[in-house]
């Protein structure tokens, strides 16, 4: 036998030890691209981004710009009290295997800040025909109900430059499927831990980034990490840790950016990336290609020498 003949089904084999450990990017969004912020279609890196509000008036007066071309994508609110706006991005759905990791991180800069409520992110798996297309006047929303994720909530002040007392950082799982508003009440989240993180200032202006990963070791261990940084949210003080031994989700779509209260803010983002992490083979895996590798290696010397 050949060499040639052995090289390709051990390229083959090569490659897929490869692949089983290698990344995927769902999305790299950093509106370098010439596609607008609703593709309709979705596109195979770009998210699709949409503004909900409370009500037609707040609608009208929310200002969207940029989210393309190198343009960062800019959401100015209006001041109507009593109202509030909610920022989503929808991606092609990523389903976690056993061992697989995806990672969601976003990074944005506000320009205004309401004087109170906190920041509410979440990572979310929308029901089938439950997916918003437009902007649309509510942030409650029909489509909502059924869908399973988690969130970090921070249902702290947002006083610029004032860190709050308390420690409210939280991660936790959607179990009120019914309601219509995601994040209406962080009661519809059933804790995964206790609050936890030290609270700091916000600043406007400053770049932070949201990131949740999700790491499923099991079918009954779903190991969800949380971190905001930037500004004087350093030093991991805003980092937490959780374990879902009940997953009901395991596949996400999108994600939603909202203020815990009736006020508005103005914000833009700059990058979205969501990153999908296959799982790597057991040394057992490796030993079995190496070994059918070896094999092939060996057939070949013996037709050689003979």
Known sequence: MKLSRLIPPLAVLAGLAVSLSAQTTVVNDDFTSTEDRQLGALSSTRANWYVLSNNTTTQAQTVVTGGSNGTPLSINGSAIAGSSNAYMAKWTPATLGVGDTLTVSLTFSFQRLPATGGLRFGIFD????????????????ASFTGDT???WTGNSSMNIGTAPSGNVFRIGERTTLTATNLFSTSGDFTPLQAGNGTNAAWALNTSYTMEMSFYLAAADALHINAVLSGGAFGSGIAALEAVDSTPTATSFDYLLFRSATGNLWDVTFTELSVIQTAAIPEPSTYAAIFGIGALGLALWRRRRAA
Not at 126 to 141: E, K, L, R
């Open 126 to 141: 929308s029901t089938p025909g439950g997916v918003i297309t437009s902007d649309v006047a509510s942030v409650g929303q």
């Open 149 to 151: 994720g988690y969130a």
